[in-house]
């Protein structure tokens, strides 16, 4: 990894290599970068960097290894394209919400590095959206009764009438979920996706 020297010369390490995907190797300050960038994009107010100490930090890993591989299997379909009114916009969010911050500054994150790692965010949101768009399962009505009837004592004695469409909605979220995890999973076996932090 990367190694800073500090002012009274003790070695920091800055960045070490948590994981690869797609050929591309991750290290610990693009997690970071990564993690901040979400932040900012969806103006979580806890600007707190993701330490690779963290319990949670494997977790963060995967989101960026996720990223990498929905953004390469976007572009066999010519899909990792982001309109650049899009980008302009969340780009003038992230300054917006982390201008301020002395977490984003101390990563130094130069221009092409918040480019690439910004589009490939975009890009791999945009691509999930369309691939749950597309996954989206129809729950018929005697499918919502079954499990109305499974779970009886769940719901007391109200009549299905009354939970039929929230049961639907339930049974379609969850079979969207399920098909969604799939996808990611032969998604991340195809590029070859390896996580160092769940080895540790």
């Known amino acids: 990894g990367q190694v800073k020297k500090t002012a009274n010369g003790e070695s920091v390490l800055i960045s070490k290599i948590v994981g690869t995907a797609a050929d591309q190797v991750v290290t610990s300050r693009e997690v970071q970068i990564v993690n901040l960038l979400e932040k900012?994009?969806?103006s979580d107010k806890n600007l707190n960097l993701v330490s690779p100490d963290d319990t949670r930090f494997n977790v963060e890993v995967g989101q960026v290894l996720l990223e990498i591989v929905?953004?390469?299997?976007?572009n066999l379909f010519e899909f990792d394209q982001i309109n650049d009114q899009d980008f302009k916009t969340s780009v003038e969010t992230i300054n917006k919400n982390l201008g301020q911050?002395?977490?984003w500054?101390?990563?130094?994150?130069?221009?092409?590095?918040?480019?690439?790692?910004?589009?490939r965010k975009l890009v791999a949101k945009r691509f999930i959206k369309v691939k749950s768009d597309s996954m989206k399962g129809f729950i018929t009505d005697s499918e919502a009764k079954e499990y109305f009837d499974k779970n009886?004592?769940?719901f007391g004695q109200v009549p299905f009438a009354q939970f039929k469409e929230n049961i639907k909605t339930f049974l379609s979220?969850?079979?969207l979920e399920e098909r969604?995890?799939?996808?990611?999973e032969i998604t991340?076996?195809?590029?070859k996706v390896k996580n160092y932090t769940n080895e540790s």
């Not at 929905?70 to 976007?74: I, K, L």
């Not at 969604?180 to 990611?184: D, G, P, Q």
């Not at 991340?188 to 590029?191: F, I, M, S, T």
């Open 101 to 103: 911050s002395k977490e």
């Open 152 to 154: 009886r004592l769940k």
């Open 188 to 191: 991340k076996k195809k590029y």
């Open 70 to 74: 929905v953004q390469t299997e976007s």
């Open 173 to 175: 979220q969850q079979q």
């Open 40 to 42: 900012g994009l969806i």
């Open 180 to 184: 969604l995890k799939a996808w990611f």
């Open 105 to 119: 500054k101390n990563l130094q994150v130069s221009n092409p590095e918040l480019e690439r790692f910004l589009k």
